[in-house]
């Protein structure tokens, strides 16, 4: 396919994304199906067409104007695949395929317009109402935080202690994927994201994924796992499993010593695992099917892992289409599944354990609140002194590069390179 070809594509998945009210991923799915021709590079390339305007659809259609999809492709296209309006006229002379472009008023409009006069939520590209709720965490950063978070992700990979080494991994991807060390968690393996049409590699088609030396796990939720301290011989419950990555995580730290027991509420989330550590070669995890009774587990684990459920506002990289469905009403419903979770998750721990609380948001309605909120109808529980666990567990993080507090840490692509990920470690008092 010709640039206008992938133009015309791309616009067309926005508008049926707009017109359907369905996810992203799902529209493209369905155009290549019914775009057959279309070769994998020209899927790549209309994908990441898409990506980008999800990503800064606010940004982009106030320079250019509108917020017409095709006006919105052709303002990605000058703003981050090294075009300009010369350079797309002469591409597109002759294309029958392509929509026309915008006028010349508008490309003017596009490209003298300084973004730093528009309202600070399209500036940061997300929803007004998020904006001012995350104005308070970065403090007067939010800004910078929004336009990380409108960047494309790299792809990250976790290596798996229980069969392989980072240097033996390294020595089969670098040269084949481009794969890097990263320099905060310690089994962290890094694909950067690359520019216009790239296509990122398909890390799970590698030989090594296949034998089980790596999982993709991005580098904030392997730190944030790497926080809980789990260590060989110990009990810990995985009170939110989900699909297993923190669980495998948990396990590769733990050496396969001790008792990891995994389970969900959601009997669909929690398929995948078994697949996950029958892979990994795990064999201290006892999965419980979901909603089974796990009485017999009470006050009896060293650590309680809770991956909560949440809006999933530090993964806006991945999943941009997410941050313009998201509603405050969401948020407040996720909000009160947090606050049950944790008084349920309480019963596990064992005096001298400690509960450790975990989301991919940004927001403090699902961060700093629940568990100051938790803290103070709790006060058999305190917070455990976080910048002695970064130091221990995570060497390679210093407090300065993220939102410290003492009752947590959070991490964002602006400070960490990682997707938005909160943790906070309470310590239940001895007996």
């Known amino acids: 396919m010709r640039l206008g070809g992938r133009i015309a594509a791309a616009a067309e998945v926005l508008q049926d994304m707009a017109l359907r009210h369905r996810p992203v991923a799902d529209a493209l799915k369905d155009w290549g199906l019914s775009h057959r021709f279309a070769g994998s590079s020209d899927r790549a390339a209309i994908g990441n067409l898409v990506y980008d305007v999800l990503r800064r659809k606010l940004s982009l259609g106030w320079r250019m104007q509108t917020d017409d999809p095709a006006g919105l492709v052709f303002a990605a296209l000058l703003d981050s695949w090294d075009e300009t309006p010369d350079s797309l006229a002469e591409k597109l002379q002759g294309d029958r395929f392509a929509p026309s472009m915008p006028g010349a008023s508008m490309l003017a409009h596009f490209v003298e317009a300084d973004i730093a006069e528009a309202p600070v939520h399209i500036q940061a590209n997300m929803p007004g109402w998020a904006a001012e709720k995350l104005a308070a965490l970065f403090d007067g950063g939010l800004v910078g935080e929004g336009r990380a978070l409108a960047q494309r992700p790299p792809v990250d990979l976790r290596i798996n202690r229980l069969l392989s080494s980072r240097e033996k991994v390294l020595a089969e991807l670098a040269s ?214 970064m130091a221990a567990h995570v060497p390679g993080l210093r407090p300065e590069e993220t939102y410290f507090t003492s009752y947590g840490v959070t991490l964002t692509p602006r400070l960490t390179g990682t997707d938005g990920f909160f943790v906070s470690v309470m310590e239940k008092q001895p007996d």
């Open 176 to 389: 084949a994927i481009g794969a890097m060390p990263s320099s905060r968690a310690a089994d962290a393996i890094r694909i950067p994201a690359g520019p216009r049409d790239y296509r990122q590699p398909n890390a799970q088609a590698e030989p090594a994924f296949q034998k089980g030396w790596f999982e993709i796990q991005d580098e904030g939720s392997q730190i944030v796992a790497l926080m809980s301290g789990a260590k060989a011989g110990e009990s810990v419950l995985d009170l939110c499993a989900g699909g297993g990555g923190k669980t495998l995580a948990l396990a590769s730290m733990m050496g396969n010593k001790g008792q990891i027991h995994a389970t969900d509420s959601d009997k669909t989330r929690l398929a995948p695992i078994f697949e996950r550590l029958k892979r990994a070669e795990t064999r201290n995890v006892q999965v419980h099917a979901a909603k089974a009774d796990i009485g017999a587990l009470e006050a009896g684990m060293d650590c309680v892992l809770i991956d909560a459920p949440c809006t999933g506002a530090g993964t806006w990289r991945r999943r941009p289409d997410a941050k313009w469905r998201l509603s405050e009403r969401q948020l407040s419903q996720r909000a009160g599944e947090q606050s049950a979770i944790l008084e349920s998750a309480k019963k596990y721990v064992k005096p001298g354990g400690r509960l450790v609380y975990i989301t991919c948001s940004l927001f403090p309605e699902e961060n700093a609140n629940q568990v100051e909120s938790f803290r103070a109808s709790n006060p058999e529980y305190s917070f455990a002194d976080h910048q002695a666990r």
